[in-house]
């Protein structure tokens, strides 16, 4: 009876000893995974992804670019239409003034006659 406990026992270690093994494997082929085949992926996924936003920071920046030349190229013509008005109104009132100037003449030497 003692020989078959003993058998017993002897028999559950191996089986104990083999689900140990079997865990280590377990456990080495999850890292193997991870190291061979997950973790490679996930860093080629990343770079996608960073060439992804580099392009789009390109796009965007250009974006910007054209639309900041375009406002400026608008700021410029509404500058220059600006000048052009103030020089036809400072003629304008020149002219007037002239006018105003001679009309004054004019009524002076009426009056003095």
Do not use: H
């Not at 058998?7 to 061979?36: F, M, P, R, T």
């Not at 796009?59 to 406002?71: H, T």
């Not at 008005?85 to 030497?109: H, M, P």
Request: aromatic letters at 4%; proline letters at 1%.
């Amino acid at each position: 009876m003692l020989l078959l406990l003993r058998e017993a026992q002897n028999g559950s270690e191996v089986i104990e000893a083999a689900g140990a093994w079997g865990g280590a494997g377990l456990v080495g082929l999850i890292l193997g995974w991870l190291c061979l085949k997950y973790l490679p992926s996930q860093d080629a996924r990343q770079e996608r992804l960073i060439l992804e936003n580099n392009k789009l920071v390109v796009s965007l920046v250009a974006k910007f670019d054209e639309a900041l030349r375009a406002e400026q190229e608008g700021s410029e013509r509404a500058r220059a239409e600006a000048r052009s008005d103030y020089l036809r109104s400072v003629e304008t009132i020149s002219g007037s003034l002239t006018r105003a100037v001679e009309v004054l003449g004019e009524i002076n030497k009426a009056l003095k006659d």
